[in-house]
């Protein structure tokens, strides 16, 4: 094992305004409020992560993300960066939960470790080949003529797949798909996410409607605290249940497989506390053969190709929902993933994540260095 120092570790509070409010059942957003995280160890290197607080989900916010990090920093200040699996022990130890955080640290160490391995960061979690990704692109939740005018925008631009933010009463979310479908044709898939807005009799009575719209998935029906319940959901249609919310780690995934609840997990970074238990979830779905999402937040590019990374490391390609990063309005990031046609994604092969922030940027922000 090589030796190396972490020298200083810089949180940064980063605030992008969205080209337009991203509203899903659980609330509307004008804001990408993340967290970036910066360590700096001995050889000179820096590794880069970054969280998105999302309140209603982590149980977190920027303020406490900020606040937790500090402590973080001066927790793992004088470790070894490459000895990922103590860092994170010594966080988990610190405090319980607050997986968003966590994430950003756990996504830097990675990007340092395997900057030190001369390895892109994929190849380093045990992928082997640089991949064509392709993304689908969300539908916010609102009212059904300003849904189909995006679904139209969507079909236009090339994407491959639409995904649909649902989570109203099963009357409206049943209008929404039916005058989508009126103007998009039906090869194109539909991915749907309730966000747990229905309760178990409204996602009964819609998932078996929905049926003939070829539907892809649905992601978290139901609360995640009605996860017991999926397993019923599941024998009433036809439709491949997602689990997206009820799903943080791998002890979760497990529970879920027991228990017959899902078809699926929807993985985050952001969820996992980052790439170490986000590589179990994996590794679980892959015993059970059963397909994986990849996803996120509102995270930036940066945030994205750490995820982009994750899904090379699959040994099938997983559903790719990459689609935040479009959404903002500034791009502070250099390197990572980039978009082109129809929705493909790449990232080149350098080292760790290949991706960083400008840094005339992070100079400008609200920061804490230790």
């Known amino acids: 094992m090589q030796k190396a120092q972490i020298l200083q570790v810089g949180i940064f509070k980063s605030s992008v305004k969205l080209k337009e409010p991203f509203i899903i059942s659980l609330g509307k957003l004008e804001y990408a409020e993340n967290i970036i995280v910066e360590i700096l160890d001995s050889s000179g290197?820096?590794?880069?992560?970054?969280?998105?607080?999302?309140?209603?989900?982590?149980?977190?916010?920027?303020?406490?993300?900020?606040s937790v990090g500090i402590e973080f920093g001066k927790l793992l200040k004088g470790q070894n960066p490459l000895l990922i699996s103590e860092?994170?022990?010594?966080?988990?130890?610190?405090?319980?939960?607050?997986?968003?955080i966590k994430s950003a640290f756990n996504i830097a160490l990675h990007d340092?470790?395997?900057q030190h391995a001369g390895l892109p960061l994929y190849k380093f979690l045990g992928g082997t080949e640089n991949k064509n990704l392709f993304t689908d692109y969300t539908v916010s939740?609102?009212?059904?003529?300003?849904?189909?005018?995006?679904?139209?925008?969507?079909?236009?631009?090339?994407?491959?797949?639409?995904?649909?933010?649902?989570?109203?009463?099963?009357?409206?979310?049943?209008?929404?798909?039916?005058?989508?479908?009126?103007?998009?044709?039906?090869?194109?898939p539909l991915r749907i996410d309730a966000n747990q807005g229905?309760?178990?009799s409204d996602a009964a009575g819609i998932l078996p409607k929905l049926e003939p719209f070829n539907i892809q998935h649905c992601e978290e029906p139901i609360s995640r605290k009605d996860y017991l319940l999926l397993k019923d959901l599941r024998n009433l249609s036809n439709i491949p249940i997602m689990s997206d919310e009820s799903c943080f780690d791998h002890q979760d995934a497990q529970k879920l497989v027991s228990l017959k609840a899902c078809d699926s997990f929807n993985v985050k970074l952001g969820k996992s506390a980052g790439i170490s238990t986000a590589m179990?979830?994996?590794r679980i779905a892959e015993s059970n053969n059963m397909p994986l999402q990849i996803g996120g937040f509102l995270e930036s590019r940066l945030g994205f190709t750490a995820a982009a990374h994750l899904a090379m490391a699959?040994?099938?390609?997983?559903?790719?929902?990459?689609?935040?990063?479009?959404?903002?309005?500034?791009?502070?990031?250099?390197g990572g993933i980039q978009y082109?046609?129809?929705?493909?994604?790449?990232?080149?092969?350098?080292?760790?994540l290949g991706a960083y922030f400008d840094e005339k940027y992070l100079r400008n922000l609200d920061s804490f260095v230790v």
């Not at 290197?45 to 900020?66: A, L, N, V």
Request: proline share 4%; with cysteine; charged share 30%.
């Open 45 to 66: 290197r820096k590794g880069y992560g970054e969280g998105s607080p999302f309140r209603s989900i982590h149980g977190e916010t920027s303020d406490t993300c900020f």
């Open 87 to 100: 860092c994170s022990a010594l966080m988990d130890a610190y405090i319980f939960g607050n997986t968003s």
């Open 112 to 114: 340092l470790a395997a």
């Open 141 to 188: 939740l609102a009212n059904s003529e300003k849904m189909v005018a995006d679904a139209e925008k969507i079909v236009s631009a090339g994407f491959p797949v639409i995904k649909v933010k649902l989570g109203d009463s099963m009357e409206k979310d049943f209008d929404r798909i039916k005058a989508i479908r009126d103007r998009v044709a039906n090869e194109i």
């Open 198 to 200: 229905w309760s178990f």
């Open 280 to 282: 179990k979830i994996i």
């Open 314 to 334: 699959c040994k099938e390609t997983p559903y790719i929902d990459f689609d935040t990063p479009l959404m903002f309005s500034q791009d502070f990031v250099s």
């Open 340 to 352: 082109s046609d129809k929705g493909m994604i790449r990232i080149q092969d350098e080292p760790g």
